[in-house]
């Protein structure tokens, strides 16, 4: 069974890098076609694509985050992280890592696994 598992600090200080982890177990984040996204949902919004890693090391971004943000990979530990960087309190939210074949995007039905999600604050 594919799981993941977001891992990262709770709260973050404006204007510091965020960084999250996502642990994938089940299959390979090398396996291919397979897509890597991270997923946020603000408190009282709608959960908004940040951006993907491929199978191959490709990655696509939110045009909104592009500046801020960046995706990399440990495929040695099957796990693909995020960083954020300059955050404010507009980036506190649930951040979800989650997996689908050959897609990106905000259609959120064609993701095949999601982590549980963890909370970020942005706090001073």
């Known amino acids: 069974q594919v799981q993941l598992q977001e891992s990262g600090p709770g709260l973050v200080k404006p204007s510091q890098t965020l960084s999250l982890i996502c642990t994938v177990s089940g299959s390979s984040i090398t396996t291919i076609s397979s897509v890597w996204s991270w997923i946020r949902q603000p408190p009282g919004k709608d959960k908004e694509w940040m951006g993907a890693?491929?199978?191959?090391?490709?990655?696509y971004w939110n045009p909104s985050l592009k500046s801020r943000a960046s995706i990399s990979r440990d495929t040695s530990k099957n796990r693909f992280i995020l960083q954020l960087r300059d955050v404010t309190a507009e980036d506190t939210a649930v951040y979800y890592c989650?997996?689908?074949?050959?897609?990106?995007?905000?259609?959120?039905?064609?993701?095949?696994?999601w982590g549980q999600g963890t909370q970020v604050t942005v706090s001073s």
């Open positions: 989650a997996s689908s074949e050959g897609l990106y995007g905000n259609r959120w039905h064609q993701y095949d696994y």
């Open positions: 890693i491929t199978y191959s090391g490709t990655t």
